[in-house]
């Protein structure tokens, strides 16, 4: 779904700023960002650039203190906290540096949690999982705990629950930072195959210029909460 | 989320912590078991204190006189006074009784004095007549023997200390006959008495036979059935009512009656109205007086009674409430735990689309199924702590020579009140952890190492 001009997601001017005492802290500060649907972009930024500020305001994780984002056709700032929940549920797959994968789970209950969410019948979501965890190439590993997977496993699991509700956007926030340059490169490969073979927006956070000057389309750098460059693939 | 796995989620995280969880939710169970404990000992000694009255006939029971009986112990009746009003206590009256809503049986006392022969040894003794209906109103409890065959058996149950002046083996007495040497007071005609208008125109008198009656010994009880106002007396021989009333034995009353205007009708000196229950016995009385009659009844005591056992039921509940209080601190202390151990977790549900009321329903969720299974082992426990306690009150009543009883009861009300109130405080006991949970904000809870 777009915004309605061909845009997944437009943020305008948008800021983020925190209150620590008398000091205002300006993580995001008037941003001005254009997403289209189905392409893969990459916020590139150092420690603190906010990069990973702007993800969670465009994933509808946070409320921006200034400025719109707009997306799935809606004003994320106007939305209510239930429907800023369905929209993450029903609209939005995150990806974490961290995996997130909850540890008591199997794979097939994590990747099956977000379908509980948005409150599936439980007659469709076996087959859901199932084709989630056959993109991602887990399908043996169903019944196997996160603590009983590598890194790189536990990232495709997370990619699968990401998939598993069929979104339109997908959040990736650094999902190579944990990895090992040969596993992020395998799930570098695999985000790109997600976006060609289904047209999904992906919007990824990294501190690595090659690895998204080799698989985004664009790159929109952002210091010290200001995006600095927008387009630009050196 | 759906409720089916708002459950299911629940139930997997409180098996994660089970030791916690189980812990939680035994101090539910203690104070849901303190709580039943302390109520079924209150309602089992109301029931207790409620069946001996019951018994005895003090609280269901209306005594109906003639209006001028009661004046007369007093002073005379005057031209302004109701008794000009009074209606005789007759066998239409009583007919009438019986018809009054709510009316099980209306009765004539039969007592009177005897001499009863057994094994060629006379003993003095009273005898009383004992309805039918008194079978089954707990009063011949732990009989030994049985009750009357029928309401016309010439059949007699004794009181325990009578039957042990009988014979040192009482219960050898059992099939055994006695005979009862009694007065029948036979009616004379009625004689003019000399001047017209005179009060005793039409009162007959009547002459005193002595009589003798055989009956087979049925029953010794402990107690004395209904002894005392409105029940049968001393009467420490029993038999059935309508046989005493066939014996025509002279009573007490007679000799005021044979001075008394009754215009050649048979009356009552006093008949007794049995109610359904005792909290019948107030519209009952209202409705006798308006028939004209005196009516006497221990209604009021009833009610002092069933204030004080409210008042008692009270005070226990607030005394067992005190351990569900305390465990119901537990619950919170419990699910702030949770909160803390699991705000990764709730970051991560709420990235991935869970709603804040989600989250506050999957801690109400398990909250309450602490608070349910809390309840279902606390009214277990209640009910083994009633049981222990039973046993050791029975042990010390042996001991003592007095017969056991039952000092808890639990009943169906109870077990249903105990569990939804546990579920109910475990509810209350998880608000602020719920709402505190749900209010997590998630970027927050997802940097939570």
Known sequence: MTTGDGMAVRAEQVSRHYEMGSAVIRAVDDVTLQIRAGEFVALLGSSGSGKSTLLNLMAGLDRPTGGAIFANGRNLSELSSLELARYRSRTVGMVFQSFNLLPRMTLEENVELPLRLAEVDRAERGGRVQEALERVHLENRLTHRPSELSGGEQQRAALARALVNRPTLLFADEPTGNLDSATGESIMLLLKEIQQKLGMTIVMVTHERPLAERFADRIAALADGKLLTDGVKS | ?449
């Open chain 2, 1 to 449: 989320m759906k409720a089916g796995d708002l459950g299911e989620l629940a139930l997997r995280n409180l098996r994660e912590a089970v030791l916690r969880s189980t812990l939680t939710t035994l101090g539910v169970a203690v104070g849901v078991a303190s709580l039943v404990a302390w109520l079924s000992l209150g309602i089992g000694l109301q029931a207790l204190a409620t069946k001996r009255l019951s018994n005895s006939g003090l609280f269901d029971t209306v005594i109906v006189t003639q209006r001028r009986n009661l004046q007369s112990m007093r002073r005379p009746p005057t031209e302004s006074s109701p008794a000009k009003n009074a209606r005789l206590l007759d066998e239409d009256a009583k007919k009438e009784l019986e018809r009054l809503p709510n009316v099980v049986e209306v009765y004539s006392q039969v007592r009177f004095p005897t001499e009863v022969r057994y094994d060629g040894t006379p003993y003095s003794t009273i005898v009383a007549g004992i309805p039918a209906s008194a079978q089954g109103n707990g009063s011949f409890d732990g009989i030994q023997g049985s009750f009357f065959s029928g309401p016309n058996a010439e059949e007699a149950i004794l009181q325990i200390e009578f039957a042990k002046d009988l014979s040192t083996q009482p219960s050898s007495l059992i099939g055994k006959d006695l005979v009862v040497r009694y007065a029948e007071r036979q009616a004379l005609p009625p004689q003019a008495s000399g001047s017209p208008g005179s009060n005793n125109a039409d009162a007959g008198g009547f002459s005193i036979v002595p009589r003798e009656k055989k009956l087979r010994i049925v029953g010794i009880i402990e107690t004395e059935p209904a002894a005392g106002f409105g029940g049968f007396g001393s009467g420490r021989l029993l038999i059935p009512l309508e046989v005493a009333s066939s014996l025509r034995a002279a009573q007490v009353n007679d000799l005021r009656d044979a001075v008394r205007t009754t215009n050649g009708k048979p009356v009552y000196p006093s008949l007794t109205v049995r109610a359904k229950s005792a909290s019948l016995v107030q519209g009952i009385e209202t409705a006798i007086k308006d028939m004209g009659f005196g009516t006497f009844s221990l209604q009021d005591a009833t009610k002092s009674l069933q204030v004080f056992f409210k008042i008692f039921d009270m005070l226990l509940f607030i005394f067992g409430s005190l351990a569900l209080a305390v465990a119901t601190l537990g619950i919170v202390n419990t699910l702030v735990m949770a909160i803390l151990e699991r705000r990764r977790e709730i970051g991560i549900l709420k990235a991935l689309g869970a709603a804040d009321r989600d989250v506050k329903n999957l801690f109400f969720v398990e909250a309450s199924v602490m608070g349910f299974f809390g309840g279902v082992f606390g009214v277990g426990f209640g009910w083994l702590v009633g049981r222990a306690v039973t046993f050791g009150i029975n042990v010390y009543l042996k001991r003592q020579s007095l017969p056991p009883t039952d000092v808890f009861s639990v009943p169906w009300w109870l077990v249903l009140m105990a569990i939804v109130l546990a579920v109910l405080v475990s509810l209350a006991a998880g608000l602020y952890p719920a709402s505190r949970a749900a209010k997590l904000n998630p970027v927050e809870a997802l940097r939570y190492e």
